[in-house]
């Protein structure tokens, strides 16, 4: 995209009414995406699109089942096809996220070092080669449109915000509280399973959680974001108006198949 079609249409963005965007980081790229579809910008130029799953009726109003649901959504163009993530990244994650039935079969000090190190390996895993300053860049870029202001961050006028509440670093700074208060509330003996179950309770009723504080505008309930805040200076970077331009491509091909 060209620096003047880029500012034309994000000029015209700036006066739309848009919807609401939410993002991820790569260390290669910026992932965007609103409720309908996702864009993934390279650092080398190159710009992958896609559609979100719709969204399921069933679990509209069940609780913990639509937090699952909709953290599935914002995850899958990672899983899905279309060069986001590669086939050995895929089963990488996979492999991370099934290790912990193991578990089961460790001692408490033995499950402890375990758990110590396959979180140590899964965030150098998220947080490689450029991924902090294209995580600011993802939050300026998401910003930028909340603001009416993505011609002028395009343009290099504008600076928003490289933090953002509603970064996942605030929804995990709330699953780790949740997943040890689950495990201690755990009323069953220790099983092959457990750990996975209790993995899957504790992110559903985190996402109910950080839906319940998003949509409030109670002081005492928005302070849950404070550590995540405080977190996102370690997670993100201050990025370079060209790693700013990356997210920005993103945003534009979602907004402009949701401008059409």
Avoid: Y
Avoid at 185 to 192: D, E, Q, V, Y
């Amino acid at each position: 995209m060209s620096g003047g079609t880029a500012t034309a249409f994000l000029q015209r963005a700036d006066e739309a009414s848009l919807p609401t965007l939410g993002g991820m980081a790569r260390p290669d790229g910026v992932v965007i995406a609103s409720e309908r579809f996702w864009a993934f910008a390279r650092t080398d130029g190159k710009v992958v699109e896609g559609e979100m799953p719709r969204a399921s009726t069933a679990f509209g109003s069940i609780p913990v089942l639509r937090g699952l649901a909709r953290l599935g959504a914002s995850v899958s163009p990672l899983f899905r096809g279309g060069g986001v993530a590669g086939r050995r990244e895929k089963l990488f994650l996979t492999a991370a996220l099934l290790a912990p039935c193991g578990f089961v079969f460790f001692s408490e000090t033995a499950t402890l070092i375990a758990g110590l190190l396959l979180s140590v390996l899964l965030v150098a895993w998220l947080l490689r080669g450029r991924t902090l300053f294209l995580h600011g860049a993802e939050h300026r870029a998401i910003a930028a449109a909340e603001r009416g202001q993505l011609a002028e961050t395009w343009l290099g006028e504008a600076r928003p915000t490289r933090f953002s509440p509603r970064c996942g670093t605030n929804f995990v700074a709330l699953v780790l509280p949740v997943g040890l208060v689950a495990e201690r509330l755990w009323p069953f003996g220790p099983a092959i399973w457990t750990p996975v179950v209790v993995a899957i309770l504790t992110l559903g009723v985190s996402m109910e959680l950080w839906r319940a504080v998003q949509g409030t505008s109670w002081s005492p309930l928005k302070g849950l974001l404070l550590p995540g805040l405080a977190l996102q200076r370690l997670t993100t970077r201050e990025p370079s108006l060209a790693e700013t331009r990356v997210a920005l491509s993103a945003v534009s091909s979602v907004l402009r198949r949701e401008l059409t």
